[in-house]
């Protein structure tokens, strides 16, 4: 196309448009300067600033009352304008079509615009001439986003994502297998349950910069171990009463029991029956949780001896001979050396005793056969090392009234649960193992959690610190960094949602609909050890300060309510979530008190 382009005018002199389109990027403000004071002009580019691809509009006005036929733009030596859309001359009436054009390189373009009256072929220049500038500059930067913090795998606890884009612009997160995991746009994920788990990385772009290719990341999400500690079993005669099966599960999951040896013993009730001799071998296992915990299994033999009948004793006449009488001896006696332990202690005991009864004089020697799970000394104090199962043995050399004897007993060694470093709020944390029923747990700052019947409750977000004692002793302490998710979501130990009470707008006044709601779960609430009342809000304000104070408010008008209804657990607390736990875009949703127990 030559370096001006011809247009056909309407003769009514009317505003006209034209809609430019640039290859290379922004423009200034165009100005306009009539070229005639005796005949007006105007032109000018609205916008006045664009980027590739953009569009804008040639606007110009003739004097009215003028005989206009054509008009010619003229770009006088600055970048070509090339027409992307009608054809050059295939409209038909000055401003109501319009023709794409585009300028070819950048800098600064001076475009004037030019009327006639007449044809083409011999037209009379007595028309008005005016002037438009554009300055076209460079156009937006290509971007690239790079994850900063992204782990290969991670099991079901709560852990944060992140990325970086090269503009430096924010980076929004996604989830791309809900399923599997849930995603704040912030980066915080939240496993539901084991898989992969794809976070997906974006940023939209902004006037300097294109949107950036999306990049995600694969992380394995795993379920939680678990181990089956199955207490072993001594010998049996046949014939004896059925075996009692003692194990557990360290998630302290029901654990279940089958025979691999079904011809010499089977299972009624959790103990095995003995049917025949031979070897006794009886599997625990304990299937897990798809997605949350792992199965896992231990297995014990034993033998089931026969029953010996001995022959029948045929008496033997002795020839009489005269004897010597002399004083008869005793003859000496099987030992009764018998060696009681205790049913099982937990290793945070620390020690365990075992006790002795014999009714002959030599003395009784003790010792272990599991040196790497327990230790005992002479009076029979035994020191715990690890869990596992403890063995000792007696032994006791004969006297003159008895034979030598053995004897030797075993008890479990539990485990003692080990508090998470993370957890959100509403979960409900086991601090007491097997064998730990005397001893007492708190915890502190009761803003954050509390005790009770050796749980720890995770109410609010901030730092747990949990004390675990036994009398005047500390057994063990641990601390435990509580999180408030996005949204509230169920784990396997978490309080329950007993009611979901709503509020007019910044409102903590109880509606009849709420104290309907709260009367509706007060039978079930009366029964609980804990109650917490989670007081929510939603508004532009976020998590400000009359936010919080309107959540508190909330909740302790949900708890003086229910305290009129009966509602007297052992603790009653309110926690003001305000803004961090919306849980839609509907406003009236989130005003409300989420009532949890335990």
């Not at 029991?257 to 049917?275: H, K, M, R, Y």
Request: glycine share 8%; proline share 7%; charged share 15%.
């Amino acid at each position: 196309m030559s370096s001006s382009t011809l247009r056909r005018l309407r003769r009514t002199a009317v505003a006209g448009a034209v809609a430019l389109v640039t290859a290379a990027g922004a423009l200034t403000a165009a100005t306009a300067v009539p070229a005639s004071a005796a005949v007006a002009c105007t032109a000018s580019f609205t916008p006045s600033a664009v980027g590739p691809g953009d569009e804008t509009d040639l606007s110009i006005f003739g004097q009215p009352g003028v005989d206009y036929w054509w008009y010619e733009v003229v770009d006088n030596g600055a970048p070509t304008l090339y027409t992307h859309g009608s054809t050059p001359n295939g409209y038909n009436g000055f401003g109501t079509g319009y023709d794409y054009l585009v300028a070819d390189y950048p800098g600064i373009s001076t475009y004037t615009v030019k009327f006639f009256n007449g044809q083409p072929e011999s037209p009379s220049i007595d028309a008005p001439e005016c002037q438009a500038t554009l300055t076209l500059g460079p156009g937006k930067q290509a971007q690239t986003i790079d994850f900063t913090d992204a782990p290969e795998t991670h099991d079901l606890t709560w852990f944060p994502v992140g990325a970086t884009a090269s503009s430096e612009l924010d980076v929004a997160f996604s989830s791309l297998t809900p399923e599997t995991c849930d995603v704040t746009s912030t980066g915080g994920v939240t496993p539901i349950t084991a898989g992969t788990c794809t976070v997906a990385a974006d940023q939209e772009g902004n006037g300097s910069f294109l949107s950036a290719p999306q990049v995600t990341a694969d992380i394995t999400i795993t379920a939680y171990d678990q181990e089956v500690v199955f207490a072993p079993i001594t010998d049996r005669l046949l014939g004896s009463a059925p075996v009692s099966l003692d194990a557990y599960s360290t998630m302290d999951l029901t654990v279940d029991f089958v025979s691999e040896t079904p011809s010499v013993c089977t299972i009624a009730d959790g103990t095995a029956v003995l049917v025949a001799a031979g070897t006794c071998t009886v599997r625990a296992e304990q299937a897990g949780d798809p997605g949350i915990v792992m199965p896992a299994s231990a297995t014990r033999s034993f033998q089931v001896l026969p029953l010996v009948v001995p022959p029948p004793v045929v008496p033997i006449v002795p020839p009489v001979t005269p004897v010597t009488p002399v004083t008869p001896q005793p003859e000496p006696v099987a030992s009764d050396l018998a060696l009681t332990a205790p049913a099982g202690v937990a290793l945070s005991a620390g020690t365990a005793t075992v006790k002795t009864r014999t009714s002959g004089t030599a003395p009784v020697e003790l010792s272990t056969t599991t040196a790497k799970v327990c230790a005992v000394n002479a009076a029979g104090k035994v020191r715990l090392l690890k869990v596992g199962t403890c063995t000792v043995a007696a032994a006791q050399a004969a006297d003159a009234g008895h034979r030598a004897g053995r004897a030797s007993a075993s008890f479990p060694v539990w485990a003692t649960p080990a508090l998470p470093a993370k957890a959100r709020a509403a979960d409900v944390l086991t601090a007491l193992g097997k064998g730990e029923g005397g001893y007492r747990v708190t915890a502190s700052p009761a803003g954050v959690c509390r005790a009770v019947d050796g749980d720890v409750v995770l109410l609010d977000g901030g730092t747990c610190r949990v004390s675990v004692r036994s009398g005047g002793a500390v057994v063990r302490t641990g601390t435990v960094e509580v999180v408030v998710p996005a949204k509230p979501a169920a784990t396997p130990k978490a309080l329950d949602l007993g009611v979901t009470v709503y509020f007019e707008f910044d409102s903590a006044r109880l509606t009849d609909e709420g104290r309907a709601a709260l009367r509706a779960a007060a039978r079930k609430l009366r029964a609980a050890d804990l109650v917490v009342a989670y007081g929510h809000t939603y508004g532009p304000g976020g998590n400000s300060r009359h936010s919080r104070d309107l959540a508190a408010r909330r909740a302790e008008a949900v708890v003086a309510y229910l305290d009129d209804l009966g509602v007297t657990s052992k603790a009653v607390s309110e926690v003001a979530m305000a803004m961090q736990q919306p849980v839609s875009s509907t406003a009236w949703k989130n005003r409300r008190v989420e009532v949890y127990f335990r």
